[in-house]
């Protein structure tokens, strides 16, 4: 049976909770500063455990839809900014409550995967995209070609990326995630027509963010 927390997160539940054992058996019947320790440490494996939680899901809506994704809050969607002429972004944006596995949002062949050191802002922030630190990769789908920015936050420093070129990817499939909260941006052409708008919930590879004309 498959472990449901992300391989890159088990050394985050694991530590803790070894420690964790360790303190409460000092402690004895719990108290004292070994319980108190011990206490703390459980608290933090068991957040570790739900922040890299790893659902499994099944891709949702007709091979002509495009997923979300990522789990999060729409930010932005519609047309780019002025240096992307013809091309449209969801920017969805993952608190440290979301799921923060990424998934692509249609089956392609992985064409580049191009990683881009930079500043540690919020995620939210419009300029995140360009100054932030991020990774994008860009996908030959049967109907056009899109890309996917991973992007870090303020607390985020742990870009994590599983494919390289040449890889391809099921509607659906995992490539990676980021660690504690960032934002994934999705770069499509101008002929999809978008399902969301700001505000909206999405949840990576179940919700339609768009379709193929």
């Given at each position: 049976?498959?472990?449901?927390?992300?391989?890159?997160g088990?050394?985050?539940?694991?530590?803790?909770?070894?420690?964790a054992?360790?303190?409460?058996?000092?402690?004895?019947?719990?108290?004292?500063?070994?319980?108190?320790l011990?206490?703390?440490?459980l608290?933090?494996?068991a957040?570790?455990?739900?922040?890299?939680?790893d659902?499994e899901?099944?891709?949702?809506g007709?091979?002509a839809a495009?997923?979300?994704?990522?789990?999060?809050?729409?930010?932005?969607a519609?047309?780019?900014?002025?240096?992307?002429?013809?091309?449209?972004?969801?920017?969805?944006?993952?608190s440290?409550?979301?799921?923060?596995?990424?998934?692509?949002?249609?089956?392609?062949?992985?064409?580049?995967?191009?990683?881009?050191?930079?500043?540690?802002?919020a995620?939210?922030?419009?300029?995140?995209?360009?100054?932030?630190?991020?990774?994008e990769?860009?996908?030959t789908?049967?109907?056009?070609?899109?890309?996917?920015?991973?992007?870090a936050?303020?607390?985020?420093?742990?870009?994590?990326?599983?494919?390289g070129?040449?890889?391809?990817?099921?509607?659906g499939?995992?490539?990676?995630l980021?660690?504690?909260?960032s934002r994934?941006?999705?770069?499509?052409?101008?002929g999809?027509?978008?399902?969301?708008?700001?505000g909206?919930?999405?949840?990576?590879?179940?919700t339609?963010i768009?379709?193929?004309e």
């Open positions: 049976m498959r472990l449901p927390i992300a391989p890159e088990r050394v985050f539940v694991a530590v803790p909770l070894v420690l054992v360790l303190a409460l058996a000092i402690a004895g019947d719990g108290g004292g500063v070994f319980g108190w011990g206490w703390t440490l608290a933090g494996a957040f570790a455990a739900f922040f890299f939680r659902p899901r099944r891709a949702a007709e091979a495009i997923l979300a994704p990522a789990d999060g809050r729409v930010t932005e519609g047309p780019a900014a002025e240096g992307e002429p013809g091309t449209q972004r969801v920017s969805i944006f993952l440290i409550f979301d799921v923060h596995i990424n998934r692509a949002p249609a089956a392609g062949e992985v064409r580049a995967v191009r990683y881009r050191q930079g500043a540690f802002r995620a939210f922030r419009k300029d995140a995209a360009e100054r932030n630190e991020r990774n990769l860009e996908m789908t049967e109907r056009g070609t899109i890309r996917i920015r991973q992007i936050g303020v607390v985020a420093r742990r870009i994590v990326c599983r494919v070129a040449g890889d391809r990817l099921a509607r499939e995992r490539f990676g980021i660690r504690f909260g994934t941006d999705l770069l499509l052409p101008a999809v027509t978008l399902a969301v708008r700001p909206d919930r999405v949840r990576g590879g179940l339609v768009g379709t193929w």
